[in-house]
């Protein structure tokens, strides 16, 4: 059974630099896989959404490089959009409290999107914003993590991991409760140095109630949810706070490139039969077994993972 019912085809999570290799066709290694890419689309045996992230990134490209991939991403995705992550996360939370099934639009939109010689000063302007943001966010925290330089002894670490997570959860309850007691949510400001952002809870608790019209009662059993199971049962907060804590916990430096990945380990990685990424990435996924988790084979870029992402892709075809 695959994990969307999309006439049992297989969802592959491609990463950017999967596109820019088969592009490109890099070695021939990425031709035979590109080769077979191509043949089990044909054969309707897989399909490979896309995401915002590839959208983001790829037009960082110069413009007819971005065009190219872009297109050729687009030939593989089925027209299909994976959510980006208020809009997944708020749909989770609504299926989980309402005991609704998961189905192909929980995951993904298969709306029309606009091409990228369309976009792409538009998506260059909101990256760049991005960007600046981040950087701004992450300078104290990335000095702070310097100091500490892995100081946290080996044994405190599952304590420290599990008490970076109940604070964002407590976080969570704390404005719910807020929002239940006074029966009225207000999106407040975070600021990002030269921009300001919606407070990442007050957009999730905006959304549920005017885009699923959750009422008291809806928001009391989230409540209860959350202070009964914490994240763990909230797929997208579960992998991003996870992949977060563990980042803290090792004293590990970020960048915007980071938090670019995190985006889409939250989004992708759950829905995905097969997800790509960064060597650095799968370890911390498998580390957190993120992946047996979710039921997620999970890729990077390695000889070993290629040939065997090949093997794959020809046994779909046998």
């Not at 302007?125 to 943001?133: A, G, L, M, P, W």
């Not at 049962?233 to 430096?253: D, E, H, M, V």
Request: net charge positive; charged share 35%; hydrophobic share 35%.
């Amino acid at each position: 059974m695959r994990k969307i019912d999309k006439k049992n085809k297989v969802c592959i999570y491609l990463d950017q630099f999967v596109v820019s290799n088969l592009v490109e066709e890099t070695n021939e290694l990425w031709k035979e896989i590109k080769n077979l890419l191509e043949i089990t689309y044909q054969k309707e045996v897989i399909y490979c959404p896309l995401s915002h992230q590839h959208i983001f990134e790829t037009a960082k490209k110069e413009l007819k490089n971005a065009i190219i991939h872009d297109e050729y991403f687009r030939k593989l995705s089925d027209g299909y959009l994976f959510k980006d992550e208020l809009f997944l996360t708020t749909q989770l939370i609504s299926s989980l409290v309402r005991k609704n099934n998961h189905t192909l639009k929980t995951f993904l939109e298969d709306r029309s999107f606009k091409r990228m010689e369309d976009i792409y000063d538009y998506v260059n302007q909101v990256y760049n914003v991005f960007d600046e943001s981040v950087t701004y966010q992450l300078s104290g925290q990335n000095e702070l993590r310097k100091l500490l330089n892995n100081r946290i002894e080996k044994k405190s670490e599952k304590d420290m991991f599990n008490v970076i997570r109940k604070l964002e959860t407590r976080n969570f309850i704390d404005r719910l409760e807020e929002y239940i007691l006074k029966k009225r949510i207000y999106i407040r400001p975070d600021n990002y140095g030269k921009h300001d952002f919606p407070h990442w809870i007050d957009q999730i608790l905006y959304v549920l109630t005017n885009k699923h019209s959750f009422k008291e009662k809806e928001l009391k059993l989230l409540l209860k949810e959350l202070k009964e199971n914490g994240f763990s049962r909230i797929p997208t907060f579960n992998i991003k706070f996870s992949l977060g804590a563990y980042l803290a916990i090792k004293s590990k430096q970020e960048n915007t490139s980071d938090h670019i990945d995190i985006m889409r380990v939250t989004n992708g990685l759950l829905c995905s039969d097969i997800f790509f990424t960064d060597r650095k990435r799968k370890f911390e996924i498998t580390e957190l077994g993120l992946d047996k988790l979710y039921k997620t084979k999970v890729y990077c870029g390695t000889k070993v993972d290629l040939e065997e992402f090949k093997d794959y892709l020809n046994n779909l075809i046998l």
